[in-house]
């Protein structure tokens, strides 16, 4: 006997005459583990036995019916997906339109895109959807929401170029919100790779300083006031003169802009203001 | 005489110079280059006019010119007058004293490019007052040169591969 349950044939059959004991016993006490077990890993390939010896099985004609049908249906559905997209980038350019009127009531805006960047053209100037047969005119400011972008150069019927306010051409008169110290702003060639504009024209005793806001002054007619030019982020001597300029970085990349504002109108357009304080003087 | 070749050549010039308009001024399309992207009407037109003789020649640099001065503010102007006159001369040079070949075509493509641009700089940048001349043109007009030069290489290449397959015999 001893030497029976030394064998290692016997040890097996004992420990499976254990497990079967057990497991019976389990499965007579409302526990079926075995079959359980089988059911779940048998339970794709049952699935998939059962459909095909099932009696309501498609005909080859059906499935390539219903495959056309599906396939149809996929395709209605990428395109209202496509539209789903398209709809929601043109809400999200709307919205932005929106908060510039509401913020400006004053404002006659024309949303516009950009169509053309020509290796041509210096200073990351580009070419506008709309020209003057929507209502855009010579000298018309450009914006985005985050604030001036350049200025209508020139228009035809359908199309304008735009000169970004990384050019020298831009100028426009410009104020520290901060310290009220104003200048002009305009382009220059040292900074237009860095996005950035100067603020020339600063009075010797200017206070004005990194960080300082600036924005248009409206003095002139041509953009209008409050309008967000960029943050400063230096003040430098011009070699020559030792005069100072601040550098301004706008809020917005010109070099990759897609979609801007045309001001067809606004509230003083045309009028020359003179700067309050030097009124007086 | 056949001339349906001749036809479609100028067709497929035509075509090229189109495709080369939308390359060039669709945005974000062609990368930049140490500052600068390529003119590449302008050796498209140089590169048609050592094939053609003058008049056809012309009239491609004529079609250039105004798309390239379209990019500038959609004023017929600078390039339509310039690639019109050069391209008129080189067909008329290469016609009847000038053999095209690879050296020949890069020296007149490397000169004619890089003097129009820089006259362009001249003109509508030096006197028109702007600052910092000498850093933008280094900066952005040097590369702009090479980048066009280069491209004309190809052009070459593809303009004499036109010419010789569709020329009437």
């Known amino acids: 006997m001893r030497e029976f349950f030394s064998e290692k044939k016997a040890k097996i059959i004992s420990v499976t005459v254990v497990v079967f004991i057990v497991l019976a016993v389990l499965g007579a006490s409302g526990y079926p583990v075995v079959s359980s077990g089988v ?8 699935q998939v036995s059962a459909a095909a010896a099932s009696g309501d099985e498609k005909t080859y004609d059906e499935l390539l019916e219903e495959n056309k049908k599906l396939n149809k249906e996929a395709a209605d559905l990428r395109a209202r ?7 929601k980038e043109e809400n999200a350019r709307l919205w932005k339109y929106y908060k510039i009127k509401k913020s400006n009531p004053d404002y006659e805006i024309m949303p516009a895109s950009v169509i053309r960047r020509d290796s041509s053209q210096d200073f990351y100037s580009f070419t506008v959807d709309m020209g003057t047969s929507n209502g855009v005119e010579v000298q018309d400011p450009v914006i985005t929401e985050n604030g001036l972008i350049g200025f209508v150069s020139s228009a035809s019927a359908v199309s304008s ?17 901060l310290t009220k110290d104003s200048g002009v702003i305009a382009g220059n060639a040292l900074y237009t790779d860095e996005n950035k504009t100067t603020l020339t024209k600063i009075d010797a005793n200017a206070k004005i300083k990194n960080g300082d806001i600036i924005t248009t002054s409206g003095i002139g007619g041509i953009y209008p006031a409050n309008l967000i030019v960029g943050k400063v982020t230096g003040i430098k001597y011009n070699k020559y003169d030792a005069t100072r300029y601040a550098v301004v970085e706008p809020f917005e990349k010109v070099k990759s802009i897609t979609d801007v504002v045309i001001l067809t109108d606004f509230k003083n ?13 | 005489m056949d001339r349906k070749f001749t036809a479609a050549r100028y067709f497929a010039y035509g075509l090229e110079i189109l495709l080369l308009f939308i390359l ?13 992207k390529p003119l590449l009407l302008l050796p498209a037109a140089i590169t048609i006019a050592l094939f053609e003789p003058e008049i056809p020649a012309m009239f491609f640099g004529l079609a250039s010119g105004v798309l390239l001065d379209l990019g500038y503010g959609d004023n017929i102007g600078f390039y339509t007058v310039t690639l019109a006159l050069v391209c008129f001369l080189l067909g008329w040079i290469f016609r009847d004293y000038m053999v095209v070949n690879f050296l020949n075509a890069t020296a007149f493509t490397a000169v004619i490019t890089a003097g129009l641009i820089c006259l362009y700089f001249l003109l509508f940048y030096i006197f028109s007052g702007k600052s910092g001349a000498g850093y933008y ?6 590369s702009k040169i090479v980048y066009t030069f280069l491209c004309g290489i ?16």
């Not at chain 2, 190809?154 to 015999?169: A, P, T, V």
């Open chain 1, 39 to 46: 059911n779940f890993l048998t339970k794709g390939l049952s």
């Open chain 2, 24 to 36: 060039q001024s669709t945005p974000n399309l062609l990368p930049e280059l140490f500052g600068g």
């Open chain 2, 137 to 142: 043109f280094i900066n952005h007009y040097v």
């Open chain 2, 154 to 169: 190809i052009l070459y290449f593809l303009n004499k591969g036109l010419f010789r397959s569709l020329l009437d015999y």
């Open chain 1, 161 to 177: 170029k735009v000169t970004t306010i990384l050019s020298p051409d831009l100028q426009a008169g410009a104020v520290d919100k």
């Open chain 1, 81 to 87: 997906l496509v539209d789903y997209y398209d709809i």
């Open chain 1, 269 to 281: 357009k045309g009028e020359i203001k003179r700067i309050s304080g030097k009124e007086d003087n």
